[in-house]
């Protein structure tokens, strides 16, 4: 669900804040993308996921009408934080196989 989630929360944030939003957007996504490098659980990669959308829901609250027409205007805007989109998705989906792969190692060992 979330892989959705964050791509459509982007589209709308891509439409509602301008240059130095979609950078503050940007870097919440670099942030939390460096976190799940480092997550040991799906668990962890879930709340690391969780408090992302908190943190981008709680910023674009704080932008005016004004951010939002800036924002829609500017086709850079967008495509930065559509590039950082798409590098966290594919950052989740390695860090959940490799997560997925060491489980199924722990598993097949003879106990």
Excluded: G
């Amino acid at each position: 669900m979330k892989k959705f989630i964050l791509p459509l929360l982007a589209l709308w944030l891509c439409i509602s804040c301008e240059n130095s939003h979609a950078s503050h957007i940007c870097d919440f996504i670099e942030e939390a993308e460096a976190q799940i490098k480092d997550a040991r659980t799906e668990a962890e990669v879930d709340r690391i996921s969780k408090t992302l959308f908190q943190n981008i829901a709680e910023y674009s609250s704080a932008m005016t009408p004004e951010d939002d027409k800036a924002l829609s205007e500017d086709p850079e805007a967008a495509k930065e934080i559509q590039t950082a989109v798409e590098s966290f998705k594919a950052t989740i989906a390695t860090k959940l196989e490799d997560l997925h792969s060491k489980t199924m190692r722990a598993d097949s060992l003879p106990q």
